[in-house]
């Protein structure tokens, strides 16, 4: 736990913002960023080749250059004036995750670094000032350039850990307020993002999944058990995880074990998703192993039942965790298995099933799960 709250720290705006009594230097920490259009380059990352193409990629498609933008909007201005922070595009309370550069000190900007670029190249790869000259030398390789301080997005740890922190921690004030919800799932917003890099591994999908909701997990975990004012979202996302996790351990022998946590005190749940978080990126799952964790998820329908200990919102919460598992772990089954898997219009309805609270019935949730256990057994 140590060791990430110290990799956080260096995530350089959110440092400031959340850990600041936990920081630590790091080689990041400190170093300057270049701005995006120091990274254009034609020669560099500026190109209209496959290989240097990544900032066309960016600027042309990528949500992130959108993030400021989204504060400037009536909603942004409903969200910002219900909290009371004055305007939304100006205030770290949103710039952190939507602009960081504008929480950057000025004296780490270098004069290409525009604090109105978004999310950017660094806000992912980390300030480049550490880095810039040494990475593009031909004797360098790729552990030469993260020792030089760039980040190590090749490692689905890190990676889950660098999206994770803007795309699951809201504050629940600003939830109140009006602001999405936020939901972490590592594969398929990795799928959605643009990619400007060539293909991960294609048996990527599983890991990144598992690694994903294990970092989804502990953040939650550890918001709802540090934060004054914790987001019931965050409580019933820890508990919801939890459920689903153990139920995925448990089958898979090549896992660390999650518990369900017994108590309300999630502290070793915490712990245990970290430890999984680790591992799962290295995790290399066939076939059988895959089918067993859906075969695990689709058995649950008989406890899609409201009970006085769970109540419906709960149910909301695990069910939603469990549409994701399905769609992840099937597409990677239909990939490798080579037999065709009818499961398209099973696993719409359940994923209509879960898209709105107020619409969830938990009864019908277990009648679509089984249809979707039949059509995968088929
Ligand atoms: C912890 C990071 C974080 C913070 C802090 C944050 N946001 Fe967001 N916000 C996001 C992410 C990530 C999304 C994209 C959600 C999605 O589509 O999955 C988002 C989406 C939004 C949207 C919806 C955009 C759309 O296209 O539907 C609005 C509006 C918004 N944020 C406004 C704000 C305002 C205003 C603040 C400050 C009061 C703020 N945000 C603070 C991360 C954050
Ligand atoms: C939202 C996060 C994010 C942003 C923003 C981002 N990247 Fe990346 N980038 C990644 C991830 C994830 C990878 C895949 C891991 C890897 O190969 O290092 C990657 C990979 C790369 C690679 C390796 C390409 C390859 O094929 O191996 C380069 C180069 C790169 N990014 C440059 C950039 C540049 C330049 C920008 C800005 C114009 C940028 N990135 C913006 C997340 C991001
Ligand atoms: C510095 C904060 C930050 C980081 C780091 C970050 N994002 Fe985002 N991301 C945002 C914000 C803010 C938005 C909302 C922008 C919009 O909707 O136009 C967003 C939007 C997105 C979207 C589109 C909306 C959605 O949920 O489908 C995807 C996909 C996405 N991010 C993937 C990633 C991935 C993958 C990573 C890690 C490699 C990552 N992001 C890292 C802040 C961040």
Redesign the pocket.
């Known amino acids: 736990m140590r060791r990430f709250i110290i990799f956080l720290a260096s995530f350089f705006a959110l440092s400031a913002a959340l850990f600041a009594k936990d920081v630590k230097q790091t080689r990041e920490e400190g170093a300057l960023f270049i701005g995006?259009v120091g990274?254009?380059s034609s020669s560099?990352?500026g190109g209209a080749g496959e290989?240097r193409s990544?900032?066309i990629?960016?600027?042309r498609q990528?949500f992130?250059t959108r993030a400021l933008a989204i504060l400037l909007d009536a909603r942004s201005a409903r969200i910002a004036e219900t909290v009371g922070i004055g305007e939304a595009q100006s205030n770290a309370r949103c710039t952190v995750c939507h602009s960081p550069f504008q929480s950057v000190a000025p004296v780490r900007l270098a004069s290409t670094a525009h604090a109105d670029e978004g999310?950017?190249?660094e806000?992912?790869?980390g300030a480049a000032g550490s880095w810039l000259r040494g990475h593009t030398r031909t004797d360098w390789n790729y552990a030469m350039r993260v020792t030089a301080g760039m980040r190590?997005?090749?490692s689905l740890y890190v990676?889950a850990n660098?999206?994770v922190a803007c795309h699951q921690n809201v504050d629940n004030d600003l939830l109140k307020a009006g602001h999405p919800t936020l939901v972490f799932e590592l594969d398929s917003q990795?799928i959605n993002?643009p990619k400007?890099?060539?293909d991960?591994d294609p048996s990527i999908g599983p890991r990144a999944w598992l690694t994903g909701q294990a970092v989804a997990l502990r953040e939650a975990a550890w918001r709802s058990r540090t934060d004054s004012d914790p987001a019931a979202d965050m409580q019933e996302t820890s508990i919801a995880l939890a459920w689903l996790l153990a139920k995925a351990t448990t089958v898979e022998p090549a896992l660390p074990k999650i518990s369900e946590p017994a108590s309300s005190d999630l502290e070793p749940v915490q712990k245990q998703a970290d430890d999984l978080a680790r591992r799962a990126p290295s995790w290399n799952p066939n076939i059988d192993s895959i089918m067993s964790i859906l075969r695990a998820l689709v058995a649950t329908d008989s406890e899609f039942v409201v009970t006085k200990e769970t109540s419906v919102q709960t149910l909301w919460y695990r069910a939603g965790r469990v549409v994701l598992a399905l769609d992840r772990l099937s597409a990677a089954l239909k990939q490798n298995r080579g037999i065709p898997l009818k499961i398209d219009s099973e696993l719409n309805l359940l994923r209509e099933d879960v898209r709105l609270h107020e619409n969830f019935a938990a009864g019908r949730f277990a009648e679509h799960l089984r249809a979707f256990r039949a059509a995968l057994m088929k």
């Open positions: 995006a990274c254009k560099c990352h290989k990544q900032y990629t960016w600027s990528d992130h999310v950017s190249c806000s992912c790869h190590d997005l090749r990676r660098t999206c990795s993002e400007h890099w060539r991960d």
